[in-house]
């Protein structure tokens, strides 16, 4: 039973990780690059999903969409001024400005909201499912947070392989001077990809908060970093790998941490995704990279 | 034109006997370093917004001393504090109130030993802070001394038998306290029977806190702040198990964490020497002018940095310091005076030993009925 709890709330950990691995992958898989300020922006989203609900008193899905509203302008924004002028650029020089962006809106939560940290207020109202008789308990959160992995992974899923928005990325993604000859609207299409993803990131910014309810202007960064980890790990790029990577990352996470010991449960997810990626370099389902000669 | 030139000079006479005159009046150049940016960035805008309060106060009492608090962030990492800290030399500071935190305090006291400049800090607790310095001094109580009282008081009240602790691996604030703890714990056959970490990093405390209720352990001791204690209080709660939960001074501020509901932090018990709650004049009036100020209720890091601005004006007094002595030419003389005062502060009667420990006296407190109170009362 010790072990169905651990088991429990590893699942619990990992679909947060699952769900900002999604932002994660979708970005990187479309746009090829790595967008580090999504774990900030997720860290936007709860504060304002925690405004909205604190000072002015709105329902929890009143919140959450004003999150989603304030997260995908941000993301666009932040698109527009930063990253695409640097469309032509080195995808160092994309890599070091996300990371700068990171600390930009870390520090400007900071100005904005202060130091202080906050303790985010219970917005899920499902009830604690206990089972065998009290002795394992699942959080409303975990639950709601699992069965949103699974409906976002779905509608993106569908929405790149049937839509035509959604194909129109899949082409950007597989060559973008080719799409752009096809008359895709290459800015448009990767602006749309940071709209979605920033999206996401308002609703994993909610989701995490519910479950660990601290909310600093750094809450983001290491949750952003496991992640991505996540995503690498279940092949960056593949939906259905981010959620894969994701659970795995936080079952072992918790495992190691519960039975090998409390001190190494970081550098044992670390170590296993060096292990993963020695073995499988592109990811658990990551597509095999050709080597073109 | 003689005439002019007489008058001209006698002129210039009287105001540079004037000069004289006012040397009296004591103008103190202090620095003080801490963290204003990043994850410490609580602490160090608690210390300056104390210390600025003292400043002005003592300033404003109008006998003949003035404060010139200068004012540098570090973001709580030690390269950056080493440029606070010659910024603030270069601008002519005379002494140091800091640093904030520990591990810049232990890079800037280096260099400030080498050259001979006096500091204060009001919360970096650890004993490598003041280890083979003696320019360095403390306000805050070391870390050995918080583990080992919590262990006595544990044990002499009977508060739990089997214990367990929860404490942060890469903090040394937190691994100092926990290592005192453990050694005078065993020292009075105390049963400890759950140890588990976690890092600045964690987000989830479900593993620690299941290990101590596995553990059957009745007591649980977090030597560890008030923010991922909140997440320990939240996760226990949730699993519905109920241990009595004793802290440190890092406890304090729970009660003032927004949006936590302190209903969970009832029957806390901390070791603290400054509670916001107190109602001598002292405290009132601290505590009235800081929220009037900053919108939030002071903690201990803000107490403390109040004091330490007293007693560097009090030491300086004692020393003999001059408007624009240089700070190398007042150093020693600072901490020969250190060791002769007695300072009655926000946090209670302090005196110093020759190693720069502070000796003053740590109150038990319970969390009841979101306030605290002693533990007697």
């Given at each position: 039973m010790v072990f169905l709890s651990n088991l429990v709330n590893g699942i619990s950990l990992g679909s947060i990780y699952a769900i900002i691995a999604l932002g994660y992958t979708m970005v990187y898989g479309i746009a090829k690059m790595l967008n580090f300020a999504h774990g900030d922006i997720i860290m936007v989203g709860a504060y304002i999903a925690y405004c909205a609900a604190q000072y002015w008193g709105f329902p929890p899905i009143l919140s959450l969409v004003v999150a989603m509203a304030v997260c995908t302008i941000l993301g666009i924004t932040i698109e527009k001024l930063a990253y695409k002028p640097l469309r032509q650029a080195t995808s160092l020089a994309v890599l070091i400005t996300a990371i700068g962006m990171s600390y930009l809106l870390q520090n400007l939560a900071l100005l904005i909201w202060g130091a202080n940290p906050k303790v985010f207020p219970a917005m899920i109202g499902v009830d604690t499912l206990t089972l065998f008789s009290g002795q394992l308990a699942i959080r409303g959160a975990t639950i709601v947070t699992i069965v949103a992995n699974i409906i976002i992974m779905i509608v993106l899923t569908l929405f790149t392989s049937r839509t035509k928005l959604g194909k129109a990325m899949r082409c950007v993604s597989e060559d973008r001077g080719a799409a752009e000859l096809m008359g895709i609207n290459v800015n448009t299409t990767i602006s749309l990809t940071f709209a979605i993803g920033s999206c996401l990131a308002a609703v994993a910014g909610l989701l995490l908060c519910s479950s660990y309810p601290m909310l600093m202007p750094t809450t983001g960064s290491m949750p952003g970093i496991k992640a991505f980890t996540a995503a690498v790990f279940g092949g960056i790029g593949s939906i259905p790998g981010a959620m894969i990577g994701g659970i795995l990352l936080g079952v072992i996470e918790i495992l190691g941490k519960a039975y090998i010991s409390t001190e190494l449960g970081d550098a044992i997810v670390f170590a296993v995704l060096i292990i993963v990626l020695l073995v499988r370099p592109t990811g658990l389902l990551g597509k095999p990279m050709r080597e073109k000669v | 034109?003689?005439?002019?030139?007489?008058?001209?000079?006698?002129?210039?006479?009287?105001?540079?006997?004037?000069?004289?005159?006012?040397?009296?009046?004591?103008?103190?150049?202090?620095?003080?370093?801490?963290?204003?940016?990043?994850?410490?960035?609580?602490?160090?805008?608690?210390?300056?917004?104390?210390?600025?309060?003292?400043?002005?106060?003592?300033?404003?009492?109008?006998?003949?001393?003035?404060?010139?608090?200068?004012?540098?962030?570090?973001?709580?990492?030690?390269?950056?504090?080493?440029?606070?800290?010659?910024?603030?030399?270069?601008?002519?500071?005379?002494?140091?109130?800091?640093?904030?935190?520990?591990?810049?305090?232990?890079?800037?006291?280096?260099?400030?030993?080498?050259?001979?400049?006096?500091?204060?800090?009001?919360?970096?607790?650890?004993?490598?802070?003041?280890?083979?310095?003696?320019?360095?001094?403390?306000?805050?109580?070391?870390?050995?001394?918080?583990?080992?009282?919590?262990?006595?008081?544990?044990?002499?009240?009977?508060?739990?038998?089997?214990?367990?602790?929860?404490?942060?691996?890469?903090?040394?604030?937190?691994?100092?306290?926990?290592?005192?703890?453990?050694?005078?714990?065993?020292?009075?056959?105390?049963?400890?029977?759950?140890?588990?970490?976690?890092?600045?990093?964690?987000?989830?405390?479900?593993?620690?806190?299941?290990?101590?209720?596995?553990?059957?352990?009745?007591?649980?001791?977090?030597?560890?702040?008030?923010?991922?204690?909140?997440?320990?209080?939240?996760?226990?709660?949730?699993?519905?198990?109920?241990?009595?939960?004793?802290?440190?001074?890092?406890?304090?501020?729970?009660?003032?964490?927004?949006?936590?509901?302190?209903?969970?932090?009832?029957?806390?018990?901390?070791?603290?020497?400054?509670?916001?709650?107190?109602?001598?004049?002292?405290?009132?009036?601290?505590?009235?002018?800081?929220?009037?100020?900053?919108?939030?209720?002071?903690?201990?890091?803000?107490?403390?940095?109040?004091?330490?601005?007293?007693?560097?004006?009090?030491?300086?007094?004692?020393?003999?310091?001059?408007?624009?002595d240089a700070a190398e030419d007042i150093c020693d003389a600072m901490i020969a005076a250190m060791q002769q005062i007695e300072v009655t502060g926000l946090t209670g009667t302090m005196t110093w030993s020759a190693n720069g420990e502070v000796e003053k006296v740590p109150t038990a407190m319970i969390i009841r009925d979101g306030a605290y109170v002693g533990l007697d009362s």
């Open positions: - | 034109m003689k005439k002019i030139l007489a008058l001209v000079l006698a002129l210039a006479l009287a105001v540079s006997m004037m000069a004289v005159a006012g040397a009296e009046d004591l103008t103190l150049k202090i620095g003080h370093i801490g963290p204003q940016t990043g994850a410490a960035a609580v602490y160090g805008l608690a210390t300056y917004r104390g210390a600025l309060i003292a400043a002005e106060e003592i300033t404003a009492a109008d006998n003949g001393v003035t404060v010139e608090l200068l004012n540098q962030d570090d973001a709580h990492d030690a390269e950056k504090s080493i440029t606070a800290y010659n910024t603030l030399m270069d601008a002519g500071a005379q002494m140091i109130v800091g640093c904030t935190t520990t591990a810049p305090c232990i890079a800037v006291g280096a260099t400030a030993y080498a050259e001979r400049v006096f500091m204060l800090t009001p919360s970096a607790s650890s004993t490598d802070v003041t280890a083979n310095k003696d320019n360095v001094y403390q306000v805050c109580f070391t870390d050995p001394n918080q583990g080992s009282a919590s262990a006595a008081v544990i044990n002499e009240r009977k508060l739990g038998t089997k214990i367990a602790v929860i404490y942060n691996n890469a903090d040394a604030y937190s691994t100092g306290i926990y290592q005192t703890f453990k050694a005078r714990a065993e020292e009075l056959g105390m049963d400890i029977v759950s140890t588990t970490t976690f890092t600045d990093e964690t987000t989830d405390f479900s593993v620690q806190v299941a290990d101590a209720q596995n553990s059957g352990a009745d007591l649980v001791f977090l030597p560890i702040y008030y923010t991922p204690a909140s997440q320990i209080l939240i996760a226990a709660n949730a699993i519905g198990y109920e241990p009595t939960f004793f802290g440190v001074d890092g406890m304090d501020g729970i009660l003032t964490l927004e949006g936590f509901d302190a209903s969970l932090a009832e029957g806390v018990m901390l070791l603290t020497p400054f509670v916001a709650d107190a109602k001598d004049d002292l405290t009132v009036n601290f505590v009235t002018k800081y929220t009037e100020l900053y919108g939030e209720v002071p903690n201990q890091f803000a107490a403390d940095a109040y004091d330490c601005v007293y007693t560097l004006v009090e030491a300086a007094k004692v020393a003999g310091v001059k408007s624009g």
